[in-house]
Nanobody
Framework: QVHLIESGGGLVQTGGPLRLECAAS????????MAWFRQPPGMERDFVAA????????LYTDSVKGRFTVSRERAKNTMYLQMNTLTPEDTAVYYC????????????????WGQGTQVSVSS
């Protein structure tokens, strides 16, 4: 059984950086497309970024383009989200997810989810 565990969340000031990690256990995730979603308080879960299974392609929501970078380290079975120039609008619980198909920005397309990590950006 595959488990996804997020870490790296916390409180940061506006303009600061933060790096999230998503560690997979129970199965190598080489064949999975991996993604990050986020859910602000009282709002729906939104797509942030995704990386396909051979790392050849990535996908970002418009609001994070140029600020966030998704990557993975296969030797550690870990995916990362480097977040720079954070704003209070980035405050949310961040989730990592995996699916067997290609890049997709819809949360219903993903089969596996982590428990989430809180990111809070102070103004």
């Amino acid at each position: 059984q595959v488990h996804l565990i997020e870490s790296g969340g916390g409180l940061v000031q506006t303009g600061g950086p933060l790096r999230l990690e998503c560690a997979a256990s129970g199965h190598t995730f080489d064949t999975f497309t991996m993604a990050w979603f986020r859910q602000p308080p009282g709002m729906e879960r939104d797509f942030v970024a995704a990386i396909n299974r051979n790392d050849a392609n990535t996908l970002y929501t418009d609001s994070v383009k140029g600020r966030f970078t998704v990557s993975r380290e296969r030797a550690k079975n870990t995916m990362y989200l480097q977040m720079n120039t954070l704003t209070p609008e980035d405050t949310a619980v961040y989730y990592c997810a995996a699916r067997g198909g290609g890049l997709n920005g819809c949360y219903t397309a993903y089969d596996l989810w982590g428990q989430g990590t809180q990111v809070s950006v102070s103004s």
